[in-house]
């Protein structure tokens, strides 16, 4: 399987002819502007993955493969905002509906397998996978999850549509703040502290979200503090850390602040 470019064969493998129809992708539509990371989580990928494995498999990839493709995508853009990321679509129209939802990015071991991840209660299953069935999945895609529903496609045939829930798990938290010398503001209660540490990491805590400690409460939220320091437990393991926990796609943590835990210096 090769690809001539300058009349020398390459290689027609599927990084290749991927990043050919990402290049064709940014040159047809320039406004996008996305990189190929960025792309590969977006639902003209998903239009084109299926056109991509076509030419692998084939070796033999055209230049009217890419306008075909190039051309549905112009189509489905007349309906949709550019650039239309799938992530986007599950989280926006789950919310319509009054879920929480959302997908996990593909990489490179998850290319052409769907999963979304849905807070939604048994009652709602036939209505979550609907939605997903009729405007959430890209054609030739495979649905990963535990929760499955048995339903067909429009011409008939018998489908399972498959997502998952929330796994939820807590987080505890510890704040230290350190008094700015000859502040004149007001120094706030612990339940005060607690209060506006609680409502920074609802607003930012949601389905896949990682644990950011730095950003629920900083000297903005206590004017006067010369610096505020927020640690969490390693989630259960006794061992307090200020860095970046990533979470799963599907994960969920609710916060605990003791106020044993809000130190003021």
């Known amino acids: 399987m090769f690809l001539f470019v ?8 599927f990084a290749r002819v991927e990043y050919s129809f990402y290049k064709a992708f940014i040159t047809r539509f320039p406004e996008a502007n996305i990189s190929i990371s960025q792309w ?18 084939n070796g033999e990839m055209t230049l009217e493969a890419l306008d075909a493709v190039l051309g549905s995508i112009a189509k489905e853009n007349e309906q949709i905002k550019r650039p239309a990321v799938l992530h986007s679509r599950v989280s926006e129209r789950f919310a319509e509906l009054g879920f929480e939802a959302t997908l996990r990015v593909p990489d490179i071991n998850t290319r052409g397998i769907v999963a979304i991840c849905v807070d939604a209660p048994p009652a709602a299953s036939e209505l979550v996978a609907t939605t997903i069935r009729d405007e959430l999945w890209p054609a030739g895609q495979f ?5 499955e529903y048995p339903t067909a ?13 929330p796994i939820e798990g807590n987080a505890n938290f510890r704040v230290t703040i ?3 010398r000859g502040s004149q503001y007001p120094i706030e209660t612990v339940e ?3 209060g506006k540490f609680m409502t920074n990491y609802s607003a930012q805590m949601g389905i896949g979200s990682d644990i950011t400690p730095a950003t629920y ?14 640690e969490y437990d390693e989630l259960g393991g006794e061992e307090w850390a200020t860095s970046v926990h990533t979470s799963a796609f599907n994960q969920r943590y609710a916060a605990k602040l ?7 210096l």
């Open 192 to 194: 005060e502290i607690t």
């Open 217 to 230: 409460l900083t000297t903005v939220d206590l004017p006067w503090a010369a610096a505020v320091t927020v």
């Open 6 to 13: 300058d009349g020398v064969p390459v290689v027609l493998d």
């Open 153 to 165: 496609i429009s011409n008939g045939q018998p489908v399972t549509i498959r997502w998952t829930t």
């Open 40 to 57: 590969r989580g977006s639902y003209e990928y998903q239009i084109a993955y299926a056109a991509i494995q076509l030419q692998v498999e």
């Open 178 to 180: 350190t008094r700015a």
């Open 143 to 147: 649905l990963e999850g535990d929760i």
């Open 258 to 264: 003791e106020p044993a835990n809000v130190v003021i």
